[in-house]
């Protein structure tokens, strides 16, 4: 426990990223109390707080990435034991949030399944959401409670402004859709975007059908909030050496890298490919090629502005910039 401005404060780290919430206690202070987790015989979850919560303010880690539905469970489950334990507040620090592709109906019956997410936390008993670079912003309305959605970008662009590219830079969006993420890095790197035209016969399939912008001669970065597979992004990339790029780079906010991705990664012309840590890769995910950018920083100020009842907005900015 930490006891920080007169308020009692604990962390736990549920299963999905544990290495990340040891980086928040670190920069933040707090130490991670004890939690036991779990299983039946038939896979059912146990969860029991080894410490009393009883009028904390509690901050819990856990990104509900791959396995999507476990993590998912963990979670609910933990949010509950916590309220009946009488925490204060439940505060979900959750960088990744599952289900977040699923935030509209595309097709007429379809469930908004981002939507139910919401709705289980809710219910169950959170009282606040920090989370990182929603898949999409609306999102943040499903919720009746605080969400804070805070943002990579400031890191992404640092990184590759210590690279020094001489050559002239070009932001790239994947598709129509990424286009103001594309700007927004653009402006920050005073560089041009260009932007993938492209369409989805089927989830997870990609075929590109030409590049808005100039590119030739250029070092290119694309830019997106999640990789999963990898096809879009590889195929943008071969797209764009095919186009005149000089040399291609990938960033992204949520390294999903579900399967085939890493062999695509591999095999493809990208030089890197730069993600953040919103999601703990296991050995089998990672390449010479990922490069892996700690969020736990920006987390960390995060939790302790809350605490200390300060504003998050300097949070969202870049050299004096709302990032968007």
Not at 116 to 136: F, S
Not at 203 to 232: C, F, L, R, S
Not at 278 to 295: A, E, G, H, R, W
Request: charged share 25%; hydrophobic share 45%; glycine share 6%.
């Amino acid at each position: 426990m930490a006891i920080l401005d007169g308020v009692k404060v604990k962390l736990f780290s549920l299963s999905a990223n544990k290495k990340l919430a040891k980086e928040i206690s670190g920069i933040s202070g707090i130490p991670l109390s004890k939690i036991d987790l779990s299983r039946f015989a038939d896979g059912e979850i146990g969860v029991n707080l080894e410490e009393t919560v009883r009028g904390h303010h509690v901050f819990l880690v856990q990104p509900t990435s791959s396995p999507v539905n476990e993590n998912i469970m963990e979670l609910l489950i933990t949010i509950d034991a916590m309220k009946r334990a009488s925490a204060k507040n439940i505060n979900i620090v959750m960088p990744y949030y599952g289900y977040s592709r699923q935030d509209r109906k595309s097709k007429s019956r379809q469930p908004i399944s981002a939507k139910l997410v919401a709705n289980l936390i809710e219910v169950a008993g959170a009282t606040r959401v920090l989370a990182m670079d929603l898949h999409a912003a609306q999102i943040q309305g499903f919720f009746d409670i605080p969400i804070d959605n805070f943002r990579a970008m400031p890191l992404l662009v640092e990184y590759f402004k210590e690279k020094n590219f001489n050559e002239e830079l070009v932001i790239v969006s994947p598709d129509h859709g990424g286009a103001v993420r594309a700007r927004n890095m653009g402006e920050s790197m005073d560089a041009p975007i260009a932007i993938i035209d492209k369409r989805r016969p089927k989830p997870n399939v990609a075929e590109i059908m030409g590049i808005v912008g100039d590119v030739d001669g250029k070092i290119a970065i694309i830019v997106d909030d999640m990789i999963d597979t990898a096809g879009t992004i590889t195929a943008a990339a071969q797209a764009l050496v095919d186009a005149g790029a000089k040399k291609v780079f990938a960033c992204c906010t949520h390294p999903l890298f579900s399967k085939p991705a890493i062999d695509r990664i591999n095999n493809s012309v990208l030089e890197e490919v730069v993600c953040t840590n919103t999601i703990q890769l296991p050995l089998s995910k990672k390449s010479p090629k990922i490069v892996q950018l700690s969020i736990a920083n920006i987390i960390s100020q995060g939790i302790l502005n809350i605490i200390y009842d300060k504003p998050l907005s300097s949070l969202f900015e870049y050299q004096g910039k709302n990032i968007k």
